[in-house]
């Protein structure tokens, strides 16, 4: 009684589930990483070290760049912006100049999140928006045909969205589905290797960092929709599989449509945002202007997602 | 995925983490009793005991307690005569000390200390009610029992109560204090439920027992319930809205559809007092240490939180916390003089290290909690607008009173925001605000 123990007293609960914001982050970088490495980084080499590297770099710096203007305290430690600037360079050509990378990582870090309030605020994913502006500024930054011509390939150096879309079915012939999962085809740096994407999602699935009912409705969105479209005409339109695997699908439905802050919570809202994202990247892609729609109907469902949000169970006890 | 709370309590409160695999929910079970019943620890009578009484000392009534003044084993305190709220004397002493003592959630207390001296002279005022049973004694005399069984609940006339539950589900992960009481009192339960049934006239009585512990209540005097052991099926409103085969409407009670609560061991307690002819005293009170060791401690109303640790040659550490009640909803203090209230069924000892730190994060919109919730609250829109402090609106738009204060949602959460402490303090803020306009009127 003379020398009373300072106990802490807070608010229940005591026990917490030990889940935090950098161990999800953490966790998001590891499942990008056998895309990024063995997808990009053996396939195209330095160059692709060197845009990722300095990708995530100007990401963090941007981010400690506004904590600083803004007088926040500096949230770089939660690992956000680190897996923006992966999730980005994963979206690039290896041969970005320098500017582009930092622009687009200003984009995603400052115009995409942190103006908005920071992290949970952001309502379009930030990497989507980078590239959607980047996209309509310096499109032929994104043109992978252009990008990668000075570089030798063991198969067919074509973009395979471009090329099926400015000269038919035919030019995609000799590309076996097996080439795709094995990321022999030119895009992204981290967007090409198939099985690496699928793991690196099946993994963030199972541990429940993302939620598996956005990936798999927008994958199912992508798969019905190009169904469709082969079956009315399959000498125009490639096969679903096709689509699975070439362009942005895979880090689409893994990485950037289950973004936490721009995507729905609740079970139904999740399967329409998902099926609807697929939906829309295939009709860009089959009928619209673009070569990829992925990253523009990405930018579509963000818009959706408060107003499907809306569509939730009925509150225990709430009359009418 | 199943969070194995059995794993949990061979290491204490920082077991409980996220499983390998997540893609549903976590779903947390209330833990079992061990196939043989424990016996329980008994702490000796200490030297001095804290009673609290749930009023402030300066409402203006003239105080009938006075520093010095002798008490009875079982005699009624209160602070004055118009007050409804009292205390029952465990002991025979004198008392001295009357202090205020700020409660939890923003109650205030007063703490009466009684010195107990040797010689134990029992009060008769609760020997006079045993010859003459009625609803108006058992409010005046049995509030203070251990289980703290609120009779004047049966006193509405408005309200009648028709069914009557006897909830032996445990309240939060780690306690078995009410599932050893159904199992350790059969008699007295049942003797309980007679008594019960005279003083209110009330025929129908549900127990509401752990699926796996229906088993053997045929003779009891009441229908038993199963209910899941999943947490937080055992808190009252899941439980009532089971006994009364729809939703509770919010803003509606138990006692709008007839139903009331009483704990089980309030209602052993009531068959032994009236067995023993004297108020029961000693309360069951389920005791884990720092390292998840669990024990069963029966102890007298009123001993202080430090004379268990004494019994268990237990210290305490700067920053170290002691929870009373479960790990999940139950609340913590500040001083090891905290006693031991009627209702309280758990003692839980937290190491500074094990202290789950909150942080002021946003929400990250994960939807983790609006997964978790049992009650289907938004609860990822209603901390954006708690956070703002727009307290109105999160009740009109977000369902705040949907919350039945499982506590689940800042469990889960990934930006360890304290969201639980936000829907609580809206309550009360709310709260205040209400009778702050009903008494301008």
């Known amino acids: 009684m003379n020398n009373p123990k300072k106990l802490i007293v807070s608010h229940a609960p005591f026990i917490h589930i030990g889940s935090s914001i950098p161990q999800m982050s953490l966790h998001i970088i590891l499942a990008a990483l056998p895309a990024v490495i063995l997808g990009g980084m053996f396939r195209f080499g330095a160059s692709a070290v060197a845009v990722v590297s300095f990708s995530i770099a100007t990401a963090m710096l941007w981010e400690i760049a506004i904590n600083l203007v803004s007088k926040k305290p500096v949230s770089v430690g939660d690992g956000n912006a680190a897996v923006i600037g992966l999730i980005f360079a994963m979206l690039l050509p290896a041969t970005a100049p320098w500017w582009f990378v930092l622009t687009g990582t200003f984009i995603a870090i400052v115009i995409g999140k942190q103006i908005f309030g920071g992290m949970g605020s952001n309502p379009f994913n930030p990497v989507a928006l980078a590239i959607a502006i980047l996209m309509i500024s310096w499109g032929d930054f994104l043109d992978f045909d252009e990008m990668y011509r000075h570089f030798q390939f063991d198969f067919i150096p074509t973009y395979p969205l471009t090329a099926v879309k400015h000269f038919g079915l035919d030019a995609i012939e000799p590309v076996r589905l097996m080439d795709l999962l094995l990321g022999r085809q030119i895009g992204g740096i981290g967007a090409t290797f198939g099985i690496g994407l699928i793991l690196g999602g099946v993994y963030l699935m199972i541990r429940g960092f993302i939620r598996w009912e956005i990936s798999l409705s927008f994958l199912g969105g992508v798969f019905i929709t190009a169904l469709i479209f082969n079956i009315i005409d399959p000498s125009r339109f490639a096969s679903p599989f096709f689509h699975l695997l070439t362009g942005y699908t895979l880090v689409a439905a893994f990485f950037l449509a289950p973004e936490d802050s721009s995507s729905p919570v609740n079970f139904i809202p999740m399967l329409i945002y998902g099926a609807v994202g697929g939906m829309m990247t295939i009709l860009i892609r089959n009928i619209g202007a673009y070569v990829d729609g992925a990253i523009l109907s990405i930018l579509l469902i963000n818009l959706l997602n408060p107003l499907l949000d809306k569509i939730r169970p009925k509150t225990l006890g709430k009359v009418a | ?441």
């Open chain 2, 1 to 441: 995925m199943v969070l194995q709370c059995q794993a949990a309590k061979e290491k204490g409160t920082h077991m409980m983490k996220r499983s390998f695999f997540s893609v549903t929910a976590p779903r947390l079970q209330v833990d079992s009793l061990p196939g043989v019943l424990p016996d329980s620890v008994r702490i000796e009578t200490p030297r001095q005991i804290m009673l609290l009484i749930e009023e402030t000392a300066d409402n203006g009534n003239a105080m009938m307690l006075r520093k010095g003044d002798p008490v009875k084993t079982g005699q009624k305190i209160s602070l004055s005569t118009d007050s409804k709220a009292y205390a029952i004397s465990t002991v025979t002493g004198t008392i001295t000390h009357i202090e205020p003592f700020p409660g939890e959630s923003g109650k205030q207390f007063t703490a009466v200390s009684v010195a107990v001296s040797k010689e134990a002279d029992p009060d008769e005022s609760f020997a006079t009610y045993c010859d003459s049973p009625s609803l108006e004694g058992a409010v005046n005399l049995l509030g203070c029992l251990p289980g703290s069984p609120a009779f004047e609940i049966f006193m509405d006339a408005d309200k009648p109560i028709k069914t009557i539950v006897i909830n032996a589900m445990d309240q939060d992960l780690f306690i078995i204090t009410a599932q050893y009481a159904l199992t350790a009192f059969y008699h007295n339960l049942t003797q309980g439920i007679q008594h019960l049934k005279t003083i209110t006239g009330v025929e129908k009585v549900v127990i509401a027992a752990p699926q796996d512990a229906i088993q053997g209540y045929g003779d009891i005097g009441a229908s038993v319930m199963g209910i899941d052991k999943g947490y937080p099926e055992g808190l009252p409103h899941l439980i009532a809205q089971r006994v009364a085969g729809h939703e509770i409407p919010v803003g509606k009670d138990f006692q709008d559809f007839g139903m009331a609560f009483l704990g089980v061991e309030a209602v052993a307690s009531l068959g032994r007092s009236f067995q023993n002819k004297k108020p029961a005293r000693t309360k069951m009170v389920t005791f884990m240490d720092k390292n998840g060791n669990r024990s069963l401690v029966s102890t007298i109303v009123g001993t202080p939180i430090r004379d268990i640790l004494k019994r268990f040659d237990l210290g305490l550490n700067d920053q170290d916390r002691i929870i009373i009640g479960g790990p999940l909803n139950g609340y913590s203090t500040y001083t090891d003089a905290f006693p031991i209230r009627p209702d309280t069924d758990a003692i839980l000892l937290q190491d500074k290290d094990d202290v789950a730190f909150v942080s002021d994060y946003p929400c990250i919109n994960c939807g983790d909690c609006v997964r978790v919730c049992p009650a289907r609250v938004p609860v990822n829109m209603l901390i954006r607008f708690l956070e703002a402090g727009q307290y109105e609106e999160a009740a009109e738009n977000y369902d705040l009173y949907s919350c039945l204060e499982c506590g689940l949602c800042s469990y889960v959460c990934v930006a360890r925001i304290p969201i639980f402490q936000s829907i609580k303090l809206a309550k009360y803020e709310l709260g205040r605000a209400a009778t702050g306009e009903a008494a301008d009127e």
